[in-house]
């Protein structure tokens, strides 16, 4: 299929064969796939917690393109990981950036939107500067896992993603957190430092903290609040 003239019922026909022939195949099988469906055409997801994902992905193509939220709001470990992500494992950094900066933000919504409004401030520094950066792919790959929240559980391997209108690809879905520990350590892959520091689950600084002993690891994002996604991936 010549992907350039690619519709969205083509695309939607690609994710359900995939869907169909993969359902149990392993993360560098979905990877692969998705290599050789989309070659150039796919960009991979990494909020920067660790380099699994993206170590995986490069084994099917080096020097993949990588997709970081840079929403102003990172902690600096977070910068610092994406910095040796992209030496270390040689990919392309594709930093998705909002149109206002934080203090264009402050200055136009009042200061600190996510305190007041965390849903708009995630509209405008996560899913508007993502919609954007996917409009020049046709596939996606993330890192979300079926284990790490109540709205993960039902995660698909391969899908058509309606939100952004291309196909997405969840290669590490079915692991668990035993999965990634090993993957982790066979490969001595790069994890932020603030996991160690007892953050199991890390976006923007303001919106993150630890989350309490034995309690759901994305509890600590947007404690307080009803919020339990970004909105960029559907539940
Ligand atoms: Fe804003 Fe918090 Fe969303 Fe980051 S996670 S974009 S700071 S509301």
Redesign the pocket.
Known sequence: MDLSTATEADLRELAAQGAASLGDATALELLQWTEDTFGRDFIVASNMQDGVLVHLATQVHPGVDVLF?D???HFAETIGTRDAVEAVYGVNIVNARAEASVAEQDAAEGKD??AR??????A???VAPLKKSLAGYKAWVTGIRRVEAPTRANAPLISFDDAFGLVKINPIAAWSDEDMAAYIDKHSILVNPLVDEGYPSI??????TKPAPGSDPRSG??AGNS?TE?GLHAS
């Not at 409004?117 to 995630?122: D, H, L």
């Not at 976006?203 to 993150?208: D, K, S």
């Open positions: 939220l929403t102003g709001y939107l996510f409004e965390p849903n708009r401030c995630c405008l520094r996560k976006g923007c600084a303001p919106c993150t994002r947007w919020k970004c």
